[in-house]
């Protein structure tokens, strides 16, 4: 009994860790929200999200902006 | 703040652009176009015009703000923009929408080069505020070269 009882909790840590392990990738590799919206002179738009660099350049500006200038 | 129903209904009589000019009248030249914007899009904080070469033309800003701070980072951000595009394949960013957490930061490309810059709340209409400003380039565009 104690011997099932060891494997079944082995079990569980395993599948605890490898949940906790997927979640983790999956939070580090979403893009995030959408921070920057471009439209083209063509009207085509681009998306920035805020994880990414290039966001993160226009949203460091941005705040400073906003910072200041209300 | 004008309510939806008055926008709207004064929309209807007048036409956004002439409301922009019957407005620009009273006040004249850019800065009048700025304030009737302002008055206009009452999400708009503060908003100021930059050439193509990032000079400030124009501004309502409020009071106590370091106007050559807000001029170099928003010239800055018009650069970025134009960067974006040309990484892109696309010739020029006709408007740029930034989200932060304090509030948003709206540019519209002038047909020179130049960007009409808005700051608002974070709870701004923001596609509101930017059809408001979309309208308003072209006063601004006549004001900077009436100007020039």
């Given at each position: 009994?104690?011997?099932?009882l060891r494997r079944v909790a ?61 | ?38 008055a206009l899009s009452g999400d ?105």
């Amino acid at each position: 009994m104690k011997k099932v009882l060891r494997r079944v909790a082995l079990l569980g840590l395993l599948i605890g860790t490898a949940v906790a392990v997927r979640s983790y990738l999956e939070k580090s590799e979403a893009p995030g929200e959408e921070a920057v919206q471009l439209v083209f002179d063509d009207g085509s738009t681009h998306a920035l999200y805020s994880r990414s660099v290039e966001a993160q350049e226009f949203t460091d500006i941005a705040r400073k902006v906003v910072e200041i200038g209300l | 703040m004008i309510g939806y129903n008055a926008r709207l209904k004064r929309d209807l009589n007048s036409g956004m652009g002439a409301c922009m000019s019957e407005q620009g009248d009273t006040t004249g030249g850019l800065e009048g176009k700025l304030e009737d914007l302002k008055a206009l899009s009452g999400d708009i904080r503060s908003c100021a015009v930059l050439s193509g070469d990032g000079e400030l033309k124009g501004t309502r800003l409020g009071d106590g703000v370091e106007r050559e701070r807000a001029t170099a980072m928003l010239a800055a951000l018009a650069k970025l923009s134009e960067r974006v595009a040309r990484e892109n394949g696309k010739e020029h960013t006709s408007q740029t929408r930034i989200k932060t957490d304090d509030g948003h930061v709206l540019l519209v490309r002038l047909e020179d080069g130049g960007t009409l810059a808005a700051m608002t709340n974070p709870d701004a209409r923001v596609g509101l505020v930017l059809y408001d400003m979309r309208n308003a380039r072209d006063e601004v565009q006549k004001s900077l070269q009436g100007e020039g």
